[in-house]
């Protein structure tokens, strides 16, 4: 069956960094492109950045270009997200989701179950 | 950058059809794929690729795409189907959620 795990979440101070993990089981990562959405408490779903399987490719939304980092290790079955000068609006859940299809109608098929990140001012 | 309108809410009775409009810029010309998310879980496709259906989602859900506007339709609808429900794109490699609409049954 397949899962998505994430963790590293937590509560933090503005302007610090955290890295946040998000382990895949039951099928091959390396065979799929890889996303992290964002939701803010209350609020409705955000797209923070895309990879592509072999991660030679990065996407990321413009609120997070030049903060956030996504990376992959397909060895580990580890997707990361590396976030740098927290803000208060990074404040949210955040979901690993697994990409399937092809170039203009990927869909997220898989999501994980959330990790809360909370950044204090 | 790319912007999906939804309703922020949609209300329908048990058993009738309840329909959720996604707008954006030449959206036909794009993919839409729909979730649905209920209280306290993460989103589950419910359509994809305009109006392709996953495995284990029931044939009440079904999709359209055309001109300017997507569209769920949920026929039959149930109370278990009560939940946000978003609207997804893809515009020059970045994907685009629409801000969801509250789907409810009563």
């Known amino acids: 069956e397949e899962q998505l795990v994430e963790s590293g979440g937590g509560l933090l101070q503005a302007g610090g960094s955290l890295r946040l993990s998000c382990a895949a089981s039951g099928f091959t990562l390396s065979s799929y492109e890889m996303n992290w959405v964002r939701q803010a408490p209350g609020g409705g779903l955000e797209w923070v950045s895309y990879i592509s399987s072999s991660g030679s490719s990065k996407y990321y939304a413009d609120s997070v270009t030049g903060r956030f980092t996504i990376s992959r290790d397909n060895a580990k079955n580890l997707l990361y997200l590396q976030i740098d000068g927290l803000r208060a609006e990074d404040t949210a859940v955040y979901y690993c989701a697994r990409a399937t299809g092809s170039s203009g109608w990927f869909y997220f098929d898989y999501w994980g179950q959330g990790i809360l990140v909370t950044v204090s001012s | 950058s790319y912007d999906l309108t939804q309703p922020p809410s949609v209300s329908v009775s048990p058993g009738q059809t309840a329909s959720i409009t996604c707008s954006g810029d030449k959206l036909g010309q794009k993919y839409a794929s729909w979730y649905q998310q209920k209280s306290g879980q993460s989103p589950v496709v419910v359509i994809y690729?305009?109006?392709q259906r996953p495995s284990g989602i029931p044939e009440r859900f079904s999709g359209s795409n055309s001109g300017n506007t997507a569209t769920l339709t949920i026929s039959g609808t149930q109370t278990t189907d009560e939940a946000d429900y978003y609207c997804q794109a893809w515009d020059r490699s970045t994907a685009v959620f629409g801000g969801g609409t509250k789907l409810t049954v009563l």
């Open positions: 690729k305009d109006n």
